[in-house]
Nanobody, 115 residues
């Protein structure tokens, strides 16, 4: 069983920045596909950013140019740098990792953008 833990959420003013971090509990194998999803109240969960391997990245259109996903130095860690945050970025952010047909999810971390 792989456990995924997110950290770094919080309250920030519009235009501010936050950095989310995610760590998967296993070091015995590499999780090639890691991603961040988010879910706002009353809305469906959506893919925010994904990194496959070391270089391929994919972003939700509304966060392009503001958010950056990257691998951490430790194995199976990933970060999401969020700049120029907007109130519509408010959501619970979930980290996920996938290996083949298996996907693991974290418990989520709340990000609130408000003045």
């Amino acid at each position: 069983q792989v456990h995924i833990v997110e950290s770094g959420g919080g309250l920030v003013q519009p235009g501010g920045s936050l950095r989310l971090s995610c760590e998967a509990s296993t070091s015995s194998f590499s999780i090639r596909d890691m991603a961040w999803y988010r879910q706002a109240p009353g809305k469906q969960r959506e893919l925010v950013a994904e990194i496959i391997g070391g270089e391929y990245t994919h972003y939700l259109d509304s966060v392009k140019g503001r958010f950056t996903i990257s691998r951490g130095d430790a194995k199976n860690t990933v970060h999401l740098q969020m700049n120029q945050l907007k109130p519509e970025d408010t959501a619970v952010y979930y980290c996920t990792g996938a290996l083949g047909a298996t996907r693991w999810w974290g418990q989520g971390t709340q990000v609130t953008v408000s003045s």
